[in-house]
């Protein structure tokens, strides 16, 4: 009889031989993913994928103020049956969630951009390509068959941006996402205290770094070397050499960017056409009334303007003006599918998630990604069953409500 008790209590879990599979079978939340990969990553890797412009204002408010939304849940409502689909740029898409565009993705993992294409594709998402981006238009074009979008920033070299955008056109890419908030690169003070480079160089306190983690420093030893892979060849600097990545980028992009340079790009393009950095409810309206097919409301994750907006407080007023006339993509701060449906309850039409898949592409390589997606896709799910929404089209403002800064009982 004690065997027996003892058998049926001592049930251990079969041994997971798979690394990254056995990091992640203790992983609850994307803060947990943010955690493992620092522990894997060099620090001054893991301070670019993670920091923010000066003070962190920005990167802190993004996050804190989903935090601070409360929703306001119905009950009895039948929820028998969730269903998370939405619609992004008049697609069905199975949650309206889109990977965002991040510059030298391979620092996190040798796979890089290739790892979150795929990963997107499986899910059935957009996934957005960065000019920045350490895998090409046509490496991408290679491993996914999904949608896909090709972020620009505005080169001082026209020629080089129009043979960007037709390469991205030819690959198969359906739409242009123009980033307009790095008429300057905003003071990232993490890269600074390190002299933090792209691609990092290897320096005494690097190669300390080495011998603590040596599964990066193998996997980056290992792999191709990393470049700019979309301008690699057509120009002097093409991130194949060590280079300070606010020099370089206050010298190859255009400050004198305007909304006529926006209308330049879109008779280079045949497809939709959406502008990522906005940040106020005037550049909204223009961007309705110019004929653009969306607004990717972002403050560059915090990393450009450090007092800029929470991007979720852009939401309502934003969807108040321009709702329904064009997309809306919030873009900032998402770690949970909480915080998609909050999003959504205010007048976004989609999301945008960067640093969380960038999190699990570091902690878990391209199993990280896929569990960031199915994680955001289950909390969505749960958390309109919660609040009372069986379907996207049932999500409104009156779910969601922010309470008063110091309100509560006497």
Known sequence: MVIDTLRSVLQFRRFELDAARRRLQGVASVEDLRRIARRRLPGGVFDYIDGGAEDEVALDRNTRAFRELEFVPRVLRDMGSVDTTGTILGRQ???????????FTRVADPAGELAAARAADRAGLPYALSTMGTRSVEEVAAVSEGSKWFQVYVWRDRGLLAEMIQ????????VLCITVDAAMLGRRERDVRRGFTLPPKLGLDTLMEAMIRPGWSLRFARSEPISFANVAGNTHIDG???VDLAAFMNSQFDPTLSWDDVEWMRSEWAGPVLIKGVQSVADAVIARDQGLNGVVLSNHGGRQLDSAPAVIDLVAPVASKVGGDLDIVCDG???RGGDIVKALSLGATSCMIGRAYLYGLAAAGEEGVDWVIEHLRTGMQRDMALVGASSVAELSPELVHRPRSGSGQT
């Open 167 to 174: 390469r991205a056109a030819a690959a198969g890419f359906e």
């Open 240 to 242: 194949s050499t060590a």
């Open 93 to 103: 898409v199975p949650l309206p969630l889109i990977l965002a565009p991040t510059g």
């Open 333 to 335: 701060g998402i770690r």
